[in-house]
């Protein structure tokens, strides 16, 4: 009998953690039991926030990967996740921001971090939130010999979906900035089964224009062809931040890998005293180590 390969068992792992937490859930065995509302009877969770400090009491409901969560900062689990990753990863412990005593001289990036952390982490860190058009800018499909493992750290939190093709160019930039022993703190949105889908794997010199009858993308490829694109998907809200491409599960492994990162793990853990749960296995943040 042959064995299953490395991706198989990921999906499989990913399926049976999602089964298992809904499991946990509908029996209220968590390490931080919810309680029912008094008000409505639905699930509560209390947890705090790990970038404000603020304690919270929602519904458990609420702990969706893009929903805002706390009260305070307005945070989602997502937004907490990277911070949960970056302080463990690097102290050794998942930390409240506002109780580290002082900052730390690790070195790092954002690629256009979230601003409901990215102002705490540069308080505690030596860190700065980068952008692909303003200053402080960083392309990470086109980065300078100069900037070369000078990080201990960088988070790429729904970035590389939207990076130009070919994507490999960004997950090798990443590698080459990190220093030996740093981590990169990653999330995009991934399926659990195929490979992934590029939307405009030709693309090469290209105008997204809106038109009466709805956005399109205007490409010219490299060898002089004229592609026309409708039915284009936005993040952020309708032309915004262009989706180029739905990642998959294998394809992340193989381009962290092919990338010179010596592993990387998917980070599906829960961890409910910072309100961070993952309802469904997929588009789970991950973890990739120079």
């Known amino acids: 009998m042959h064995g299953s390969s490395p991706a198989r068992r990921s999906v499989r792992s990913l399926l ?8 946990i859930f509908r029996r209220l065995r968590l390490s931080r039991d919810p309680h029912a509302s008094a008000s409505t009877g639905e699930p509560q969770i209390d947890f705090r926030c790990n970038i404000w400090g603020s304690s919270n009491s929602i519904a458990f409901a609420a702990l969706q990967r893009e929903q805002p969560s706390c009260p305070q900062c307005g945070s989602t689990v997502r937004d ?29 990036i954002g690629l256009s971090d979230s601003t409901t952390y990215a102002e705490s982490l540069s308080r505690k860190f030596a860190y700065t939130n980068t952008h692909f058009d303003v200053e402080p800018m960083l392309d990470i499909a086109n980065v300078a010999p100069e900037h070369y493992a000078l ?3 960088i988070i790429a939190s729904d970035v590389f ?3 130009a093709p070919p994507v490999a160019r960004a997950f090798t930039n990443a590698r080459r900035l990190l220093k030996s022993g740093g981590v990169l703190i990653f999330s995009v949105p991934f399926m659990l089964a195929g490979d ?8 090469h ?22 592609q026309t694109f409708t039915d284009l ?5 309708v032309g915004a931040t262009l989706e180029m491409r739905e990642f998959s599960l294998t394809a992340l492994e193989r381009e962290f890998a092919a990338a010179g990162f010596s592993r990387m793990r998917v980070a599906d853990e829960v961890f409910l005293p910072h ?9 789970v943040p991950m973890v990739a180590y120079a």
């Open 233 to 237: 998907v936005f993040h952020g809200g």
């Open 80 to 108: 907490r996740a990277m911070v949960h990753l970056l302080t463990s990863e690097l102290l050794g412990r998942s930390v409240v921001l506002p109780d580290m005593p002082r900052p730390l001289d690790l070195r790092g």
């Open 275 to 283: 309100g961070i749960y993952w309802p469904e296995p997929w588009s």
């Open 205 to 226: 010199d290209y105008l997204v224009t809106e038109s009466p009858e709805g956005w399109r993308l205007e490409n010219r490829t490299a060898d002089g062809r004229h």
């Open 16 to 23: 049976r953690r999602g089964f298992a937490l809904r499991r």
């Open 151 to 153: 990080y201990d750290f």
């Open 161 to 163: 979906e939207h990076v």
């Open 196 to 203: 992934t889908i590029e939307h405009f794997p030709e693309l």
